[in-house]
């Protein structure tokens, strides 16, 4: 801007003379143009009369934090001589006290914000207490006083030592050694609660292990410190400030901890907070996340803590992921499905004890959970056992959400309890009433099999070696059909369930044909269930539509939605379900078709069915809502579409106070990362349809379309993805040709389409994209990352494409990569032209 | 997610956005309520959490701190007008991690014409304007924030001159 730059010429060039010669210099620089002589005089008046203005928000602008202690300073007696460590609750020296006695301590000087006489009186009051506590695994206080500034501050024992949780994963100690740590801390605070201290801030920071003639020894430290700084805790405020002060983190609180109006904390406090760490320990995790409980706010948060049941370790475990699983099971040195076995039990029993909401169900003291321990060590029966019958079943109930490894395990052990009883009484053709006593168990045995199966996320068992399952499953299905015609019922149950299983490994065909003869059973049967005939015609639907044969799944989904309106049964809900379901599978499939309008109005019947039951705030009216604001967006009413998704979240309970498209952007990114595909789906089609409206395209706009697309893609859902990866691509080939991410959206659409089994269409959107990185691998950030993902992708088309020795080429290469490691710069192998003319081949 | 998230300055922005609101929350509540915020050292500290000493994210820090500046400032406008708001909408004053980040009640006023005469600066003259952000929203020095835009210091105490003049007489003629 000519006119601006011309400003700045003469603003800055008067500012330079003396201020008596300015008015010549600007009158003659403005030859004749009044209204810049005017402009450049405001300019220099306003630089006079705004000397003061703009004064940056930082109240010692420019100058570094003032450091209240440094090393050197002496507080007391003590002498600073290095910080060793820095927390929520305050700074941590190595100090050198030099009388009584001269040995070295830890110094700690509590963070501003806390009346420094009440915390000495506090700690004052306990001190005889204190100091009747010496056991080796506790770090003793001596002592405790203000600094000159006037803070408070305590000395304790010097620990050199890395935290208990740090600790066990370096060393990668098994389970078994991480218990006998967990057991001497549990001495420790057993020892500490006899002298009537409760520590209150248990937590691994707080538990430092050290080595000693190659033993370790934990140590806990910070004993009558958390109570001595805490104690006015009236209003929200300071309990947050409580929260960031002393605990850091929320997620080894205890619920009467959290509680705004307890004052009553007793040693089963510190029994919770042990039952965290255990928890922690083994699987990595604490029972609540804490920047969630954070998150989401006090009220919410202590509801969570008072109300919510955590989950089991075990299935906690088997619902990380898989990724994360062989992590933390690598830490202990086993593979995924022993830790979880391991886990699954007793330690789950014990954990859960300790994490009981009411203290009185939780262990008594420190001991009993100790003694606990050690009998699960030693193979004794443990006290921690369900409470009841029904507690039992509800947990059981819970197990069906078990993870893969776990799943097959179970399912084995049914096949094979299903084998001796059904079919073996059915070789020896028993009384007839028998048989049929032993159809009714199977089917209900195939039922519960069938919702076990149900938790098996088909992504996870892709990724595993599913050679076991595969063998089993083709052997079931032989002898269902070999063994058990005469029970017809029995057997189309089983198919229908072996059908989805074989779905659930992405093979359509194989589950097309059972659920087909499955279907055909229930259709002669005259005695059959018109539910099961929905359920049948369900899956056969999905089964095709999975393949994209959408018009002959269009005509199963059609008499499937026939039956289940039809449907007559007194079970509460479950036609419900059933009509709600096939609702929104055929509006997926006629969405597929481009009879957008149409499935629309199917989406709309289903969510009205939805709302009814299971009722508004099932997640399953959130998946609706999502569903329903994809095809309005397909539709172009972006405006409907973000409203469906508001609503959505709602019933994940997100709040709006800072729904931006950004914080929502990054709300899903979180939720990926955590497996939650179908909350973070939520956040990026709303956060796509904000900034959609904030700026129509460009950078911000490609982003939100490929991460939702990815999502999708997670889900299996290729059709959804396509046309989202589509939009990104033409986008940022229009935007910005030349960057590897561009490239990188080709290679995923490719992907996206290999899902959909167009292998002819995805290859040279794969091979191009893939090259296109190639060339400009040096600009991608996660290379390798993306290298073994676009190399496995390959694998996965050669596979499909029947090319063994391409694909084993291929794996040899990714092989190459992964033995690399991940910090090193990975070789992009070429696709050569060779792979290329392979392409063209039949 | 994506390894393709994080790529312009635009992108960046909500990353350091959110964790900066986060560290601003945290500060607060840990230290004395009435205590003005200190940007300089919030971002400091988000540029350790976000792997700054790594540099993984960032192609430099110097883009970093571009996206420091506008989060800062967003942050900022945005707790000074829910400030106005509840002041002058007489709702009830509700304790909040928001809140946190509100500078003294004075300021909320100065915030939001400062943040919105600058936006329109920034059309003018994107440099000067974002060497208003680095000073006035995070803080810097001019040596800091002359570092950070590749100039010398004395130029960008030229163009502070500059820049505080125009802003302020916006401002004035308003």
């Known amino acids: ?74 507080i007391g007696r003590y002498k600073l001589l290095e910080q060793i460590g820095e927390g929520g609750c305050g700074v941590v020296y190595m100090a050198e006290q030099e009388e009584p006695i001269r040995r070295k301590v830890a110094l700690k000087v509590i963070k501003l914000g806390m009346d420094t006489r009440q915390v000495v009186a506090r700690f004052e009051a306990e001190r005889q207490a204190l100091a009747l506590m010496d056991h080796p695994n506790i770090a003793k206080v001596y002592d405790a006083g203000a600094t000159t500034t006037g803070r408070p501050f305590f000395v ?79 209003t929200d405020k300071t309990v947050f400030t409580a929260f960031h002060q002393f605990m850091g983190t929320p997620a080894y609180m205890s619920p009467e901890q959290a509680e705004l109006t307890s004052v009553d904390i007793d040693t089963r406090s510190d029994v919770y907070t042990l039952g965290v760490l255990l928890y922690e320990l083994l699987t990595g995790q604490t029972p609540f996340d804490a920047s969630e409980l954070l998150e989401a706010g006090l009220e919410e948060m202590r509801r969570t803590l008072r109300e919510k049941e955590p989950a089991r370790p075990s299935t906690r475990l088997s619902t990380l992921g898989a990724e994360k699983l062989r992590a933390t099971a690598g830490l202990q040195g086993l593979e995924p499905p022993k830790l979880i076995s391991l886990v699954r039990g007793d330690l789950d029993w014990i954990v859960l004890k300790c994490l009981e909401k009411d203290r009185a169900r939780r262990y008594q003291t420190a001991n009993a959970l100790l003694t606990d321990i050690q009998r699960h060590l030693s193979n004794e029966p443990v006290s921690a056992r369900p409470r009841s ?53 199977s089917s209900q045995t195939a039922r519960f099999l069938e919702d076990m199966l149900r938790g098996i996320d088909p992504k996870t068992a892709q990724e595993r070696d599913t050679t076991l399952l595969r063998d089993l499953l083709g052997r079931s299905a032989t002898r269902v059909s070999e063994d058990l015609t005469n029970q017809p019922l029995v057997e189309a149950h089983l198919e229908n369930t072996i059908g989805n299983i074989y779905a659930a490994l992405g093979e359509f065909e194989t589950a097309e044909q059972m659920a087909r003869n499955a279907l055909a059973l229930r259709r002669s049967e005259a005695s059959g269930q018109p539910a099961d005939l929905a359920e049948s015609l369900f899956d056969l639907a999905h089964h095709l539509w999975s393949q994209g044969k959408l018009s002959e799944a269009e005509q199963f989904a059609r008499e499937g939605l026939n039956t289940a309106t039809n449907l007559v049964t007194n079970i509460p809900g479950k036609k419900d ?60 009413k972006l405006g409907e579409a973000e409203t469906a998704n508001r609503d959505a979240l709602k ?39 904000l900034r959609r409206k904030r700026s129509g395209e ?84 996660d ?4 290298l073994v993902e676009s190399l496995q992708t390959f694998i996965q088309l050669f596979e499909a494409t029947a090319r063994p020795q391409k694909a084993d080429e291929w794996r040899g290469k990714l092989s190459a990569v992964q033995a690399s490691g991940p910090r090193s710069k990975p070789v992009w192998p070429e696709f050569s032209s060779k792979d290329n003319e392979a392409a063209s081949e039949p | 997610m994506d390894p393709e998230n994080i790529q312009s300055t635009e992108e960046l922005l909500p990353l350091v956005y959110a964790e900066l609101r986060r560290l601003a929350a945290h500060k607060m509540a840990s230290e004395n309520p009435g205590q003005t915020l200190q940007p300089t050292a919030l971002v400091h500290e988000a540029w350790l959490k976000l792997g700054g000493g790594e540099g993984r994210q960032w192609r430099n820090r110097n883009h970093f701190f571009a996206a420091a500046a506008e989060a800062m400032r967003r942050i900022l406008t945005d707790n000074a007008r829910r400030k106005l708001r509840v002041r002058h909408g007489g709702g009830q004053q509700r304790v909040e991690l928001e809140d946190a980040t509100t500078a003294a009640n004075s300021e909320a006023d100065d915030i939001l014409g400062i943040s919105e005469a600058l936006e329109k600066f920034a059309k ?34 030229r163009y502070w001159s500059f820049a505080r003049a125009w802003l302020y007489e916006e401002i004035k003629a308003r």
């Not at chain 1, 292998?759 to 994209?769: H, Q, V, Y």
């Not at chain 1, 290379?783 to 993306?786: A, C, H």
């Open chain 1, 651 to 689: 019933v994940f309970g997100f709040s709006f106070q800072q729904s931006d498209a950004d914080a929502l952007y990054n709300r899903g990114n979180t939720l990926f990362d955590r497996g939650r595909l179908t909350q973070a789906e939520a956040c990026f089609r709303q956060a796509l349809a």
């Open chain 1, 156 to 234: 304790m024992e010097l620990v050199r030592g890395v935290r208990i949780t740090d600790y066990c994963n370096e060393k990668r100690l098994a389970t078994a050694q991480r218990l006998e740590l967990f057991n001497q801390v549990c001495q420790a605070v057993q020892h500490a609660h006899q002298k009537g201290i409760i520590h209150r801030d248990l937590k691994p920071s707080n538990i430092l292990v050290t080595v000693n003639d190659g033993q370790a020894v934990p140590k806990v430290i910070d004993f009558g410190i958390a109570k001595a700084t805490s104690g006015e805790r009236l």
């Open chain 2, 124 to 157: 003018i003259d994107p440099q000067r304007a974002e060497l208003v952000k680095l000073r006035y929203f995070v803080g810097l020095s001019f040596a800091e924030a002359a570092e950070v835009l590749g100039i010398s210091e004395p130029t960008a105490k």
């Open chain 1, 783 to 786: 290379r390798t990352k993306v």
């Open chain 1, 577 to 636: 379900a059933l009509v709600a379901k096939s609702l929104a599978q055929l509006g997926v499939i006629v969405q597929d078709q481009g009879k957008l309008g149409e499935a629309e109005d199917l989406f709309r019947q289903s969510l009205a069915v939805r709302k009814q039951v299971p009722g508004q705030d099932h997640p399953a009216v959130a998946q609706t809502l999502n569903t329903l604001s994809g095809v309005l967006t397909l539709e172009g």
């Open chain 1, 1 to 74: 801007m000519a006119h601006h730059e011309r400003e700045i010429e003469v603003f800055e060039a008067a500012l330079e003379l003396p201020s008596g010669e300015r008015e010549a210099f600007v009158e003659q620089a403005s030859a004749g143009d009044p209204e810049f002589l005017k402009r450049i005089r405001a300019l220099l008046d306003a630089a006079e009369d705004g000397a003061d203005f703009l004064t940056p928000l930082t109240p010692n602008p420019g100058q570094p934090l003032p450091a209240i202690e440094k090393p050197g300073d002496r």
């Open chain 1, 698 to 781: 460009g950078p911000d706009v490609e982003v939100a379309l490929s991460s939702l697309a990815t999502t999708l893609r997670h889900q299996q859902r290729f059709a959804e993805a396509e046309p989202l990866y589509r939009e990104c691509l033409a986008s940022r080939e229009k935007n910005c040709p030349n960057a590897w991410y561009t490239h990188y959206t080709r290679l995923l659409l490719g992907a996206t389409l290999m899902g959909k089994r167009k292998f002819e269409e995805a290859e040279p959107l794969l091979i191009s994209g893939y090259e296109g990185m190639r060339e400009r691998e040096s600009s991608i950030r």
């Open chain 1, 389 to 441: 019958r029904l507690y039992e079943f509800q947990r059981t109930i819970r197990r069906h959400k078990l993870g893969f490894a776990a799943g097959v395990v179970v399912m084995m052990t049914l096949f094979l309890a299903l084998g001796i009883s059904t079919w073996s009484l059915a070789k020896e053709k028993r009384a007839r009433h028998r048989a049929d006593l032993e159809a009714a168990k």
